[in-house]
C-alpha cells in the first residue's frame, strides 16, 4: 500500500528530530520510503502564539493497515518526545498519513484522506514535491524552504556489479577493473566518500583513499560514525558526496540517493552481497559503453 505522511514540529532541534523520525520509519518492517520532500519553516496554525514549524512530506511502501502504520508512527513520536497536551499546539513531532491509496476511512481514531490537507499550506507544498499530480489551491501562508533534509546533501552512489547486480562475494569485490577503476577515481577525487568498515578493508592496505574526505559508518567501533543522524551532522552539502559501499551501506542510503553510477558488467559471478532494487523510482538517463562494462547514469523518477 502507498501512504503519503506529513511530518512536523517546532520544539528542540527540528531538523534534527525530523531527520531521525525519518530513520525510524525507514526501519518500520516492510516499509520503503519510495520521496522525500525538502524541508520547510512554517508558522504555526491552529494555535499561532508558539515556535515556527519544520515540515516535510515522505512517500512510503507498506505491508500494513492505516492503523498498523498509525501505531508505529505514533509510538515513533512518543520516542522522539511528543507529549500530547493541547489540540495543535507545540511539539517536538508530529506524523500524519494524509492518503492511503485510494482508501477512505472516517473513524473516531483515523479519518484518510486526511480532512485538513488543502486548509494547509505547510502540509501542500511539501506533499506537492513528492505528488505531482496533485490538484491544490494555495491560501497564501508563509511557508519558506530551509535547508535540512536528507535530499539536500545529494547522495550519489557509485559501484560495479554483475548483471544480478552482484557486488562481491565473501567480503571480496566480484571485479576490479582498470577502466572502472579509472571511473571511480575521476569521479570521487577531491570529494566525499561515504562507506562501511567492510568496504575499508577492500581498499589497499585497508587504508582511507588519499585525495578524498573518506567518512565510515559503523556501529561497532567507536573512531568511526555510530548512525546516519551523525552521518548527516558532518556531511556538507557544498561538496560531492559519493557514496562506495558496501551493501548495507547502499540499503542504508538508498533512500536518499539522488543519483546513481552502476558499472554494469556482462558477466554472471557467485555473489552473496548485491545493490540494492532501485528501479522503480530511478530512471535510466545515460549508457557509456566500455569494452567489459556499461556504465549507466540513473536519476531520481520526478
Same mark, same amino acid.
Given at each position: ?7 512536523? $514540529?517546532?520544539?528542540?532541534? +527540528? ?22 520532500? +525538502? ?17 516535510? %512530506?515522505? @512517500? ?11 501505531? @508505529? ?8 518526545g511528543r507529549v ?33 490537507? !488543502? ?11 513528492? =505528488? ?13 524552504k530551509i535547508f ?7 547522495? @550519489? ?5 554483475? @548483471? ?14 582498470? /577502466?572502472? *577503476?579509472?571511473? !571511480? ?10 562507506? $562501511? ?8 592496505? /585497508?587504508?582511507?583513499?588519499? $585525495?578524498?574526505?573518506? *567518512? ?14 551523525e552521518l548527516f ?8 558526496? =559519493?557514496?562506495?559501499? $558496501? ?5 542504508? *542510503?538508498?533512500?536518499? /540517493? ?12 557467485? %555473489? ?31
Amino acid at each position: 500500500m502507498i501512504f503519503y505522511l506529513s511530518l512536523g $514540529g517546532n520544539l528542540g532541534d +527540528r531538523i534534527k528530530n525530523l531527520r531521525a523520525a525519518i530513520e525510524k520509519i525507514k526501519k518500520i518492517p516492510q516499509t520503503k520510503i519510495l520521496k522525500i520532500s +525538502r524541508f520547510y519553516e512554517t508558522e504555526a496554525w491552529g494555535l499561532k502564539n508558539q515556535p515556527d514549524f519544520v515540515n516535510c %512530506a515522505l @512517500k512510503i511502501s507498506a505491508n500494513l493497515t492505516p492503523l498498523q502504520l498509525l501505531e @508505529k508512527i505514533q509510538q515513533i513520536e512518543f520516542e522522539l518526545g511528543r507529549v500530547r497536551k493541547e489540540h495543535w499546539g507545540a511539539r517536538t513531532l508530529d506524523i500524519d498519513i494524509l492518503f492511503a491509496d485510494d482508501l477512505k476511512i472516517n473513524s473516531e481514531r483515523l479519518k484518510i484522506p486526511h480532512p485538513y490537507i !488543502f486548509e494547509r499550506d505547510f502540509v501542500l507544498i511539501p506533499l506537492a514535491e513528492i =505528488f505531482p499530480n496533485l490538484k491544490f489551491n494555495l491560501h497564501g501562508d508563509k511557508v519558506t524552504k530551509i535547508f535540512g533534509s536528507p535530499r539536500d546533501f545529494n547522495l @550519489k552512489f557509485v559501484a560495479c556489479v554483475d @548483471k544480478n547486480f552482484g557486488l562481491g562475494y565473501k567480503n571480496n569485490l566480484l571485479f576490479k577493473i582498470p /577502466a572502472d *577503476l579509472k571511473n !571511480f577515481r575521476n569521479l570521487t577525487l577531491g570529494n566525499t566518500i561515504i562507506l $562501511g568498515r567492510k568496504t575499508l578493508q577492500t581498499f589497499p592496505n /585497508a587504508k582511507p583513499l588519499e $585525495g578524498r574526505k573518506n *567518512l565510515i559508518l559503523s556501529r561497532t567501533i567507536e573512531k568511526f560514525i555510530p548512525s546516519v543522524e551523525e552521518l548527516f551532522c558532518k556531511l556538507n552539502p557544498a561538496e560531492k558526496n =559519493f557514496v562506495v559501499g $558496501g551493501a548495507e551501506i547502499f540499503s542504508e *542510503l538508498l533512500p536518499y /540517493a539522488q543519483e546513481i553510477f552502476l558499472s554494469v558488467v556482462n558477466s554472471e559471478k557467485n %555473489a552473496d552481497k548485491f545493490f540494492p532494487k532501485f528501479e522503480d523510482n530511478f530512471n535510466l538517463v545515460e549508457i557509456k559503453n566500455f569494452p567489459e562494462f556499461e556504465l549507466r547514469r540513473y536519476l531520481p523518477l520526478t
